[in-house]
């Protein structure tokens, strides 16, 4: 059985960083590009930003910018999300996901195998 299981999150004051982590268990995603989303309460689910799969390209929500870093141990298969500077706007539950089908990489209809997600909460 496919699972991606998130750890990392936990309670931050702003400023602080926190390292996100993604381990992929039971297959390899080969040649998939990996992303990043979180949500909110209420909230549709938002992209955050996302690697393929030479670790060549990268892209980020322009809310996260300069802050975030995302990167990858495919002999690990284990996807990171090096998140810096933190503000109390990134308390949401984040998720990573492969992408599975063609289409814009915000969407987040175009990824799968989602995890469970990991909880970040910054206090101000």
């Known amino acids: 059985q496919v699972q991606l299981i998130e750890s990392g999150g936990g309670l931050v004051q702003a400023g602080d960083s926190l390292r996100l982590s993604c381990a992929a268990s039971g297959r390899t995603f080969s040649g998939k590009s990996m992303g990043w989303f979180r949500q909110v309460p209420g909230k549709e689910r938002q992209f955050v930003a996302r690697?393929?799969?030479?670790?060549?390209?990268?892209n980020y929500a322009d809310s996260v910018k300069g802050r975030f870093t995302i990167s990858r141990d495919n002999g690990k298969n284990t996807v990171y999300l090096q998140m810096n500077s933190l503000k109390p706007d990134d308390t949401a539950v984040y998720y990573c996901?492969?992408?599975?089908?063609?289409?814009?990489?915000?969407?987040?209809?175009?990824?799968?195998?989602w995890g469970q997600g990991t909880q970040v909460t910054v206090s101000s």
């Open positions: 690697i393929n799969w030479s670790s060549s390209s990268t």
């Open positions: 996901a492969v992408q599975k089908f063609d289409g814009s990489i915000y969407d987040p209809s175009r990824y799968d195998y």
